[in-house]
Nanobody, 115 residues
């Protein structure tokens, strides 16, 4: 199995930047794709960005041009660099990995963007 832990959330002013990190442990060789999701208060959890083991990345329309997902295979980690943050980016951000045994979620990290 695979376990993931997020870090890097916090409070930031509108227009600011944050970098979220997701570290994986366990059967990391089995990871096929990484994803970042977010869940605003009272709303559903949606995909922000994802990257496959081959390096193909996709982004939600709402974050294109402001967010970059990247991997560090040596550290078994993935990052989400966010800039030009808006109050509507406020949410709990979750890391997800798809692996041979299924899917694993982290506990989430809170991102709050003040206006």
């Amino acid at each position: 199995q695979v376990q993931v832990v997020e870090s890097g959330g916090g409070l930031v002013q509108a227009g600011g930047s944050l970098r979220l990190s997701c570290a994986a442990s366990g059967s990391i060789f089995s990871i096929k794709a990484w994803g970042w999701y977010r869940q605003p208060p009272g709303k559903q959890r949606d995909l922000v960005a994802s990257v496959t083991s081959g390096g193909s990345a996709i982004y939600a329309d709402s974050v294109k041009g402001r967010v970059t997902i990247s991997r560090d295979n040596t550290k078994s980690a993935v990052y989400l660099q966010m800039s030009s943050l808006k109050p509507e980016d406020t949410a709990v951000y979750y890391c997800n990995v798809i692996h041979y045994y299924g899917s694993s979620w982290g506990q989430g990290t809170q991102v709050t963007v003040s206006s």
